[in-house]
């Protein structure tokens, strides 16, 4: 492979650290905006903003399941890993390759059913109490962190256990 020509994975990879970034900045930003006017409606016009509780809301649930994203491409999730760091490091590398399949292929699992549950909202279809937001969007907000998170999995998998030259390591300029 030529220099200058990007891998697949580091392309992808790029997207989707645009995608994620974007996605959370405008989130938090209105989660923050938001917030904001409610504590002013509450405290100098004393109205209660339960509008805007809600919405602040939806905006921290799209923070925190785009973010999982954000933490997979980092490696920042939680493991316990004591026991697999005592054992010798041939077996430590097929524990770690094994989990990480585990992991993958369960979070792909929950993508897959997150969707299906998007899709049955669509069908039965629930409103928001003070909004009268469709929930199944909120519903595919879910769904989208959890494909997110499985598309970092596959690729961590990808630079970790099959990938000859790491398309996102340190040497090629990479973050992980």
């Known amino acids: 492979m030529q220099q200058n020509k990007k891998s697949f994975v580091k ?4 997207y989707l650290d645009k995608v994620e970034i974007t996605i959370d ?3 938090f930003l209105g989660m923050t905006f938001t917030v904001l ?3 002013i ?3 100098v016009v004393r109205v209660p903003n339960l509008v805007g509780e809600e919405i602040s809301r939806y ?3 799209t923070v925190v399941f785009i973010g999982i994203s954000m933490c997979m491409r980092v490696k920042g999730h939680m493991g ?5 760091d005592h054992l010798p490091s041939r077996i430590q590398a097929v524990v770690r390759c094994f ?3 585990v992991s993958t292929a369960t979070i792909f699992g929950i993508s897959y059913f997150a969707w299906k549950y998007a899709l049955a909202a669509v069908e039965h279809p629930q409103i928001s109490v003070a909004t009268g937001l469709p929930m199944y969007v909120m519903y595919a907000v879910m769904a989208l962190g959890f494909t997110l998170s499985a598309i970092r999995l596959l690729i961590l998998f990808w630079n970790d256990h099959l990938s000859i030259t790491h398309p996102l390591s340190e040497k090629e300029g990479g973050n992980g």
């Open 99 to 101: 989990a990480d399949l």
């Open 41 to 43: 409606l509450r405290y």
């Open 11 to 14: 392309i992808l990879d790029g």
């Open 80 to 84: 316990v890993t004591i026991f697999v």
């Open 59 to 61: 905006f921290l649930v």
């Open 37 to 39: 006017i409610s504590i």
């Open 25 to 27: 900045i405008i989130a």
